[in-house]
Every structure is written in C-alpha cells, then in structure tokens.
C-alpha cells in the first residue's frame, strides 16, 4: 500500500510540475482558450472590405481551375457550353453566398452548416452534416486536392503519356502526410506556409490569364468559331459539369466562417460577396479562355495536365514555371483545407460528436493534432480506391444536399423563426433558386445516369441516424467504456490534453 501511496504522490507532482510548465509559457504563446479562438478565426486583425474580397478569392481559387476544366469540357463536349457552365457556377456561387450571409449574419454561432441546420430543423439533420462532413466532404476534398497535387508535380517526368496510378497515389499520400505533420507542429508555421503559397497561387493564375490575353491579340480565336457545334446537352451532362465547375468554386462559404473579424460585416460581407465571387468568375473564364487559344477541344481532353500543356506551348522554354506554381497552388489549397477542416474535427469532438480524443490538444504544440492526425488519415483511405473524377462527382452529391438544406432552412426561417434579426436580408426568390438548383444537382444524375456509388453515398449519410441513435440520443455507456483505455494510450502517445487540463 505505501508503494502505491508513493506512486500516486508522484503522478500527483508531475501532473502539477506539467501543470505550472504549461502555465509558465502563457504570457509567450496565450492560454488555450485564445489558441481555440485562434484555429477558429486565425485573423488577429479586423478584416475590411479588401481583405474580405482577397480571403474569398484566395480561399476559392486553388486546384480546381487546374483540374476541372478537362472534365466540365468532357461533359458538354463544346467550348461555347463549357465557358457557359464556368459563368452559370459563378452565378450560382453568388447567390447561395449571400444566402449564407443572412444565416451568418442572423445566426452568429461557429460550426458551418450545423447551426443553421439546428435552429431549421432541429438536431438530427444538424447531425448529419456533422457526420457526412468530417467523414466524406472534407476528407474527400483533402484527398481531391493532394491528388491534382501529384498529378501536376509526376507529368513533368512522364511526357506525353499519363503517369502510373501508384506513382500519382503515392505523391498524394506523402502530401497529405507532410502538410499533416506541419499543422500538427506549430500554428505560424502552417499559416507561414499557407501565405507563400497563396502568393504563388495568384503569379501562376495571373501568368495564364495575361497569356491568353495576349494571344487572343494576336488573332488566336480559331477555336472559337462554332463554338456550341457539337455540344452535348442534358440535364445530366449539364449536372456532372456543374459539379465539376462548382468544385472548382468551393470555398464561397467561407467568409461565414469570419463574420465576427470583419470590420463593418453587415455592409462588407454582401459587399465582398458580389464583388470577389464575380472576380473569380471573370478569372476562372479568362483562364478557360486561355487554354483553348492554344489548344482544341479534343487536345485538351487528351492532355495529361492541361495548364502544363499551355506553359510547354506558350512559354517554352520556361514552361516549367507552370507545373511549379501549380504545385504550390495545390499544395496551398491542401494546407489550408487540413487547417480548418481540422478545427472542424476538433469541435466536433468537444461536442460529443465524435472520439473525445479528437478535441485534445497537444501539450508542446497548442495545436488539436489528434483531430488534424484523423483528418489526414481518412484522407489517405478516399486516396486508395479513388480517381479525381470520380470523387469530385460523390462529394459534390453529399456536399450539395447539404447546401440545398442549408439554403431551404433560410425559406423556412423566415416563416418559422420571424423574430431573428436579419442585418442582412436577401430577395426571396435567391434562396429559391439556389434550393431548385441544388435539387436538379442531387436528382439529375441519379435519374439520367443512376450509378451504385451515388446510393452507397446516400447510404452513409443515412446511416447517420443509426449513429446518432446509440450514442446521442441513448448514450450509450459502454460505448465510453470501451474508448476510455483507447484514449488514455493515443494521450500518452501524442502528449496531449482536454482543454480544461490546460487552462487550469
């Protein structure tokens, strides 16, 4: 008994010794509640109309411009609809943005979707948001994204023909492992690495779009001629182009998720939505544009990697500054999604939503790197089995049954929840045809084109509410049985903490 009594006493003194060392560093890197409110809103300064505009522009364009236009052409089949499809994405990223600013603006609580979901409709879809969110559309889009990555970075080495699958797989995975271990360490270093590379991002789009301005100067426009023969045109084609497109504009929501640094946000946030989303859109058809000043609608579609296609026809031979800042620009969407998808992992957990490990935070680090270690495994899985095509396709289904409910709950709000505040009020008919569009884009391919992978996807979703069930309407207990020792191991593994422990 008296070892035991020993023992105990000096767990007792380490966990105080561990105690007063984390409180000693507080003055240097804050307590943990600021560090929260930091992986939650990592702007440090009021944010104003401008950078309202460059966070929507920075946080959309990134890898999809790179990737989606071979696919959106391979769905319409003719230049004149693909430019349209471009436009018609734009437009419609506008409008369900600024129906997501009367939500922001009207429900001023963290968590996306989720608590607009809740106060619409209660708390079993606000659940399955929740559920499909950390555990098809954000890693899947992690995945997407690492593997645009190493599709760009491998073509260089493999010229005219596709490089291995396992090659291409591989790179994703290493991508995905590295930009994990980077969030995982430090804060500023992720956020460091996220600046440079936005950077990049905007020489590479800004380097293509002067380009292609200059060659139309010179009278490159032959394939613009007929520009709609041939084209291809049906509701489902038309849908699988728009996920395509709309893949390439994800991210129009985000600026949501700042709605409390902005400077002025009733003004500047429809402010910055109607002028940086159509900013986007000229960007995304100018780019567009480009590419088929110097390339054929059949050549685009045989090309491995259509912007280095461009920069081995256009800028020869300084071509490969185009695979390089299309690396970097990659590798910067990807970085910025593992940064917030992540804190997204790390809520749920508080919440109760998921392994109570995941809202832990590392003692050495002030980061939740359990959630960003779960975040980047997951990923890895969609990496496997999957083809960008395919996956752009599947989550674009999940994402926008969500954003259709999204945008349905501020219909129904306004008959239901009268006595909400709404700064910012949008036209009726905006949410209206933003939720007919998300129906046609969730229905039309299963109708046209029904395929299994669509049904195993609703599937999932649905099995969210056996989920939700057992462990958050029963609570189960042994449940928390068997993750207790689960928990107490992966701590001491990673040495992390609950929140509670350092802020004590």
């Known amino acids: 008994m008296g070892e035991e009594s020993l023992k105990r006493r000096k767990g ?27 992986f939650l809103f990592p702007l440090d300064l009021w944010v104003g109309l401008i950078s309202g505009i460059c966070m929507i522009v920075g946080t959309i364009i990134g890898s999809g411009i790179f990737v989606s236009p071979k696919s959106v052409l391979a769905n319409v089949e003719a230049v004149g609809p693909c430019l349209t499809v471009w436009a018609a994405c734009g437009v ?48 899947s889009s992690f995945a997407i994204i ?30 995905i492992v590295v930009i994990t271990i980077v969030n995982s360490l430090s804060v500023k270093l992720g956020s460091y690495l996220q600046n440079f590379l936005t950077a990049a991002k905007m020489i590479i789009v800004t380097i293509i779009i002067v380009s292609g301005i200059v060659l139309l100067a010179q009278g490159k426009t032959d394939n613009f001629k007929d520009s709609f023969k041939g084209s291809k045109i049906s509701v489902s084609s038309i849908s699988l182009a728009f996920y395509n497109g709309l893949w390439a504009y994800d991210g129009w929501n985000q600026l949501n998720y700042i709605t409390e640094e902005l400077k002025n946000p009733y003004r500047n946030l429809p402010l910055s939505i109607i002028i940086g989303i159509p900013l986007v859109t000229v960007c995304y058809v100018l780019i567009n544009v480009s590419y088929f000043t110097v390339m054929t609608s059949t050549e685009l579609l045989q090309s491995q990697a259509v912007a280095v296609t ?42 109760g939503h998921v392994l109570k490990i995941l809202s832990y935070i590392s003692v050495k680090h002030l980061t939740p790197a ?19 095509n395919s996956l752009i396709n599947y989550f674009s289904f999940a994402v926008w049954i969500f954003y259709g409910l999204t945008v349905l709950a501020l219909i129904v709000m306004r008959f239901t929840r009268k006595e909400l505040k709404r700064p910012i009020r949008v036209p009726i008919i905006i949410p209206v045809i933003v939720t007919l569009v998300s129906i046609v884009l969730v229905l039309a391919p299963i109708i046209s084109a029904p395929e299994l992978p669509y049904l195993y996807c609703t599937l999932f979703i649905l099995s969210g509410l056996i989920v939700y069930a057992l462990f958050v309407h029963l609570k189960f207990s042994w449940a928390q049985k068997i993750s207790k020792p689960l928990t107490m191991h992966l701590q001491m593994l990673l040495e992390v903490v609950p929140e509670e422990d350092v802020t004590e």
């Not at 369900?96 to 001023?108: D, K, N, P, V």
């Not at 359990?370 to 083809?387: L, M, Q, S, T, V």
């Open 12 to 38: 007792e003194d380490k966990g105080r010794e561990d105690r007063q060392s984390i409180q000693s560093h507080e003055p240097q890197t804050m307590n943990l509640q600021k560090q929260a409110n930091l």
């Open 146 to 175: 690492c593997l645009s990555f190493a599709e760009y970075a491998s073509a260089p080495f493999y010229p005219g023909c596709d490089p291995p699958q396992a090659v291409i797989k591989c790179l994703a995975a290493a991508a």
């Open 370 to 388: 359990p959630a960003i270690i779960f975040y980047g495994a997951i990923a890895i899985i969609y990496i496997i089995p999957g083809d960008i």
């Open 92 to 139: 419609l990223a506008t409008l369900g943005a600024l129906c997501f600013a009367e939500l922001g603006t009207m429900i001023t609580k963290s968590g996306g979707e989720y608590p607009y979901l809740m106060e619409a409709f209660g708390p079993i879809p606000a659940f399955l948001f929740s559920w499909t969110s950390l555990l098809v559309t954000k890693p």
């Open 310 to 351: 461009f920069g081995d026809r256009v800028l020869y031979p300084a071509s490969w500054i185009v695979p390089l800042f299309v690396v970097f620009s990659t590798l910067g969407s990807a970085n910025g999604t593992c940064f917030t998808a992540g804190r997204l992992v790390y809520v749920a957990g508080r919440e």
